[in-house]
Nanobody
């Protein structure tokens, strides 16, 4: 059994910063790529950022220069640091991860999401 639990969402003013976290727990053998997606009301879920087990990162064009993704392998946790936030960044942010549990093959897991609202 594996769980991904996000935290750190909330309300922030335009231009502000916020950091969301996602911790994986359970019978984890190893974690490969971890990432963040977001879904705004009435829109499709979109990829925001990913980070491999070796630390290589990808950021969507819409967040480059403003967001940063990082991870702490010892804590099985991935972070998304969001700076210079805009109202269009308002969405539910979901983390996901490719995880191999003890005794099984690789599976992709998702968290339950955390709301980020950018508004004055």
């Amino acid at each position: 059994q594996v769980q991904l639990v996000e935290s750190g969402g909330g309300l922030v003013q335009p231009g502000g910063s916020l950091r969301v976290s996602c911790a994986a727990s359970g019978s984890i053998f190893t974690i490969a790529t971890m990432g963040w997606h977001r879904q705004a009301p009435g829109k499709q879920r979109e990829l925001v950022a990913t980070i491999t087990g070796g630390g290589s990162t990808y950021l969507a064009d819409s967040v480059k220069g403003r967001f940063a993704i990082s991870r702490d392998n010892a804590k099985n946790t991935v972070y998304l640091q969001m700076n210079s936030l805009k109202p269009e960044d308002t969405a539910v942010y979901y983390c996901n991860a490719d995880i191999r549990t003890i005794g099984t093959t690789w599976l992709n897991y998702w968290g339950q999401g955390t709301q980020v609202t950018v508004s004055s």
